[in-house]
């Protein structure tokens, strides 16, 4: 059974800069895809980004750019850089997981494990 908790939201100003980490516990996180969803007011919760457990890293539109998904199978951790934050960027995030390969950014109904979402605020 996997585990995920995020932790790093926070409010910040338009331009500024935050980090989210998603740790695990369960020995198969080396093995997953992780991605990295978010969920504003009143929308769907989408895919901003996702890696591999070969370290490779999809990104949606939106975020291309600006935030830079890493992860480090040594601590069972993955972490979401997000730079050059707007407010569009305002919502709970949400690490989840997955046994399968990423192939890109994955909506919600792919993942099997999640955490328990951070807000990330942007004025």
């Known amino acids: 059974h996997v585990q995920l908790v995020e932790s790093g939201g926070g409010s910040v100003q338009a331009g500024g800069s935050l980090r989210l980490s998603c740790g695990a516990s369960?020995?198969?996180?080396?093995?997953?895809?992780v991605g990295w969803l978010r969920q504003a007011p009143g929308k769907e919760r989408v895919g901003v980004a996702a890696?591999?457990?070969?370290?490779?890293?999809s990104y949606a539109d939106s975020v291309k750019g600006r935030f830079t998904v890493s992860r480090d199978n040594a601590n069972n951790t993955v972490n979401l850089m997000m730079n050059h934050l707007k407010p569009e960027d305002t919502a709970v995030y949400y690490c989840?997981?997955?046994?399968?390969?990423?192939?890109?950014?994955?909506?919600?109904?792919?993942?099997?494990?999640w955490g328990q979402g951070t807000q990330v605020t942007v004025s």
């Open positions: 989840a997981a997955t046994l399968n390969r990423c192939h890109g950014v994955r909506p919600e109904s792919d993942f099997t494990y």
């Open positions: 369960g020995s198969i996180y080396g093995d997953a895809c």
């Open positions: 890696i591999d457990s070969d370290g490779i890293a």
